[in-house]
């Protein structure tokens, strides 16, 4: 049933066994100069380590730690140890860099095998992985993991749509591995290519690498014909692999024994009370050369309490909310892009993309939100195209609490990123 023996293991069980690997890792860590300097200055004794509450005595890591000592303030070891390299996608602000030994690359495919398997995925399975190869941990990650498990892998990398419809069908491609916002596009492209989605071979979607919402899940799920399980990692925590969901599709089992993680309220730095949402702060127990210890990683969620039906311990977090760096402030208001997601998303005569504006009218900052618009409902009377503008608007407004401009575009009309959707746009310099 499970992948691995540790997935079995008891909350006492895991409990103590991530004690005893915290207290490990504070000491491997002081072998950096960043932890040594730091934990000097705290009086930080790893001996004094007993229990996992004792995680809260260590001082923050923050993404602009990462910075400052780059590129190799938090190795512990001199760099001819280390065979792979990776480097953020740094959406926001200066990549950082992430080095790996041969026994972290170990365990992180590893750890990806397991994660693959938690939500049905078998030797026998043919792996296409669809992501970006290169600095992004989604292209080698998900790779290594694949073969380690077993399966026939197939390194197809982002974009062409056409190829990897070929691929697909001519490997009899069982499994993707595919960014959502993609999925949505290439859903609908393969339905304009011709194919019916249930004549193809695929059962398992493996979506990941940047927030979306339930409803998007159920969209590229109905769109494909597919059973959609959300990954969540990043690459400071080696890549995917550190978040899975299982069978159930209910939350994203945190691998803990591998992963230490808290939920911290961002002004205090205090824990939330169990169920609320609050910032994600991961430390690695295993990574030998290059630990992180409490890593405030921006990525806003929640544990979602009470045990899975699947039987496993490790604790569940609910998909990603938003980052504390995603957030809109207009008129006052904290607005996050997945906000808007989950209105349109939920909407039938929404199409597959949208992207979201800010601009300023008479000095005042305003969001507009473009919304792709499924050909069926793109009809020429303006009317109704209008009172369906107005609606999205109205729905907009009473989860945003502002009233957006609202524009319709016709279905594939907003550019399609390869990578990462970038769901915001700053315009208030260009058009103000
Ligand atoms: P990178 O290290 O550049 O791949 O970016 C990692 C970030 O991508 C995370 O901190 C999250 O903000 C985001 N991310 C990764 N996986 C997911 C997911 N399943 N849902 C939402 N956001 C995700
Ligand atoms: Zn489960």
Redesign the pocket.
């Known amino acids: 049933m499970y992948y691995d023996k540790v997935e079995s293991l008891e909350r006492d069980e895991i409990d103590a066994l991530q004690a005893d690997r915290l207290r490990k890792v504070v000491e491997t860590a002081m072998a950096s100069p960043f932890y040594k300097k730091k934990y000097a200055e705290a009086d930080i004794d790893p001996a004094s380590i007993k229990t996992v509450d004792d995680v809260r005595r260590l001082p923050f890591t923050t993404k602009n730690d990462l910075r400052n000592n780059y590129p190799d303030g938090f190795l512990t070891r001199p760099v001819e140890d280390f065979v792979r390299l990776h480097v953020?996608?740094g959406t926001t602000g200066t990549p950082t860099a992430v080095y790996y030994t041969q026994s972290d690359l170990d365990k992180w495919a590893d750890l990806m095998a397991r994660s693959m398997y938690c939500c049905g995925v078998r030797k026998s399975d043919v792996l296409q992985n669809m992501s970006g190869y290169g600095l992004?941990?989604?292209g080698l990650g998900i790779h290594y993991g694949s073969e380690r498990l077993g399966c026939l892998t197939i390194p197809a990398g982002a974009g062409n749509t056409k190829r990897q419809i070929k691929l697909i069908r001519d490997f009899n491609v069982s499994v993707m591995h595919i960014i959502p916002s993609f999925a949505l596009y290439f859903a609908q492209k393969v339905r304009d290519e011709g194919f019916e989605p249930k004549t193809m071979p695929w059962r398992i979607a493996l979506i990941?690498?940047?927030?979306?919402t339930e409803d998007t899940r159920k969209r590229i799920e109905e769109l494909m014909n597919i059973k959609a399980f959300?990954?969540?990692?990043?690459?400071?925590m080696n890549?995917p692999g550190v978040a899975f969901e299982c069978e159930h599709q209910n939350g994203m089992h945190i691998w803990e024994d591998s992963y230490l993680p808290e939920i911290i309220n961002p002004q205090t730095g205090e824990h939330v009370k169990e169920g609320e949402i609050g910032e994600l702060v991961m430390t690695t127990l295993t990574r030998e050369g290059m630990p992180l210890i409490r890593y405030r990683?921006r990525?806003l969620t929640r544990f979602i309490p009470g045990k899975c039906a699947c039987g496993r311990v490790h604790r569940r977090m609910d998909?990603?909310a938003g980052?504390a760096d995603d957030m809109l402030i207009i008129k006052g208001v904290n607005i996050y892009p997945m906000q808007i997601e989950k209105i349109l998303m939920a909407m039938p005569e929404v199409g597959q993309n949208y992207l979201i504006e800010l601009i300023r009218e008479k000095f005042i900052d305003q969001i507009r939100v473009k919304v792709e618009i499924k050909d069926e409902f793109f009809v020429e009377d303006m009317r109704v195209l209008q009172s369906l503008q107005k609606r999205i608007a109205a729905k907009l407004r009473d989860e945003i609490l502002v009233t957006p401009r609202v524009e319709l575009v016709m279905h594939n009309s907003i550019p399609k990123s390869e990578g990462k959707a970038q769901r915001v746009v700053d315009l208030r310099d260009v058009e103000g």
């Open positions: 953020s996608s992004f941990t989604g990941g690498a940047e927030p979306h959300n990954s969540y990692g990043m690459t400071e890549g990683t990525d998909r990603i980052r």
